[in-house]
């Protein structure tokens, strides 16, 4: 086999389909036995993705427009309005079985329930199966990649911790809308959110492990209790989480054994924390770089994914990232949500929620005659 993928999350299954369409022979394992359950995101994808990239409108709920952003007290919100749709949250289940079936109609075998437990010298051992042997290994095995640590590459340090529950609602309860609340008491470091796809609600929270004294779990059922634009739940909880890298792309994300890609490769917006976005984008040039590498052979090909050249382009990000990190008190996360309410305020939360710059554009490191193009 020429490429075996660690991880059929987004970025797995993306580049898998990219790789089998430049008639590469891939197979992708995951531990999971169904791509429906062990479900680590919210599922919202932003506008940019949205425009970039072909996801079936039907895995998609209504368009968002409007952020109301809560201080501690939920009192009083910062309410801002795009005029355009910003955020859709999407099925992903739906999305998930999407992007296995395009991975596998490109020719791309996907296997599930089998676990990767480790690779030397192209032999790649599992639990749950057979061993084989790869030419190459994509780790898309994310946060807490097995696969970087074997291949001796980067790994991510820097996390934050989410969790939510998912629950039907009655349909036409609510108008869309993204509730974020900033409090360090249930969100150290991060937020607070609701938002819902017109037929379910997400309730979540994310901070830094080390301020989470009481756990996530506990967090986010106290944060729940109240979240204010919660509907009422009609049917069955689902509850997700799973850590968030949020130190920014790694550097060394490339070697002639293999690759990283998604969270394995720290690709998520250190402010935002959003990473499907970076999934999709980042797959593209580590499919590119790959076939590129196994047609010629030339270890040139591979310093054309470096994770240096795209982290220089997230500095603003992650100095904002530990302007929030620093927002350890209520009473500072109340003066912080009253800096937004004034019209430069609103201006800087406008860019960050509303604007384009989700994670940098791979294009000018594809344009690169020794890259691959299918
Ligand atoms: C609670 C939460 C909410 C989030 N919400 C959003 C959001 O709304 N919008 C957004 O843009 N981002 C969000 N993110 C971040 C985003 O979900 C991730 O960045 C993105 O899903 C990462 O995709 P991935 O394919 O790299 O990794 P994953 O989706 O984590 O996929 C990795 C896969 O590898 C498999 N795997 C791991 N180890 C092995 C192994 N040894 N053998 C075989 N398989 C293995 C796992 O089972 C998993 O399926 C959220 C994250 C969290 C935790």
């Known amino acids: 086999m020429d490429v075996l993928v660690v991880g059929a999350g987004l970025a797995g ?41 072909d996801l079936p409108d039907h895995l998609l709920g209504p368009g968002v ?13 910062v309410r801002l309005t795009s005029d355009r749709d910003e955020y859709r949250v999407a099925d992903m289940a739906g ?16 296997v599930l329930g089998v676990r990767y437990i480790g ?34 590459l980067d790994v991510n340090r820097r996390m ?23 409090d360090p008491r249930v969100a150290p470091g991060y937020l607070g959110w609701v938002i819902d796809d017109g ?3 997400h309730v979540g929270v994310a901070g830094y492990p080390g301020g989470m004294r009481t756990g996530v779990r506990h967090l986010l059922d106290e944060f729940a209790a109240d979240a204010p634009g919660r509907a009422a739940p009609a049917g069955p909880i689902e509850r997700r989480g799973g850590p968030i890298p949020v ?25 935002t924390a959003g990473g499907l976005d970076p999934c999709l984008r980042m797959s593209e040039l580590a499919a590119a770089v790959t076939a590129g590498y196994l047609r010629t052979g030339d270890q040139r ?15 603003g990000r992650l100095l904002l990232r530990r302007v929030f990190a620093g927002i350890r008190s209520p009473a500072a996360a109340e003066a912080a949500v009253a800096l937004l309410r004034g019209r430069a305020g609103r201006r800087v939360a406008a860019r960050v929620l509303f604007g384009d710059g989700s994670f940098p554009d791979v294009g000018p490191l594809l344009a690169s005659p020794a890259i691959d193009h299918p």
């Open 13 to 53: 299954l993306h580049t898998a389909r990219l790789l089998a369409r430049r008639d590469l022979s891939v197979m992708v394992v995951d531990s999971r036995r169904s791509l429906s359950s062990g479900i680590r995101t919210t599922g919202i994808f932003v506008r940019r993705t949205l425009d970039d990239f």
């Open 65 to 77: 427009r409007d952020v109301l952003l809560y201080p501690p007290s939920r009192r009083a919100p």
């Open 95 to 110: 999305v998930y079985g999407h992007a296995r079936r395009a991975a596998e109609e490109a020719g791309a075998r996907v």
């Open 119 to 152: 690779a030397s010298t192209g032999l790649v051992r599992f639990a749950g199966a057979e061993p084989v042997t790869a030419r190459f290994v994509v780790g898309a095995d994310g946060a807490r990649s097995r696969v970087a640590r074997d291949l001796g």
């Open 160 to 182: 934050l911790v989410g969790a939510e529950i998912v629950h039907p609602i009655a349909s036409g309860t609510t108008d869309p809308a993204f509730h974020c609340v900033l």
């Open 199 to 201: 037929r379910h609600a």
């Open 247 to 271: 130190g920014g792309v790694l550097r060394r994300l490339a070697c002639p054994a293999g690759l990283l890609v998604g969270d394995a490769a720290g690709a998520v917006s250190p402010l």
């Open 301 to 315: 090909i591979l310093s054309r994914y470096d994770g240096g050249a795209l982290r220089a382009r997230f500095r």
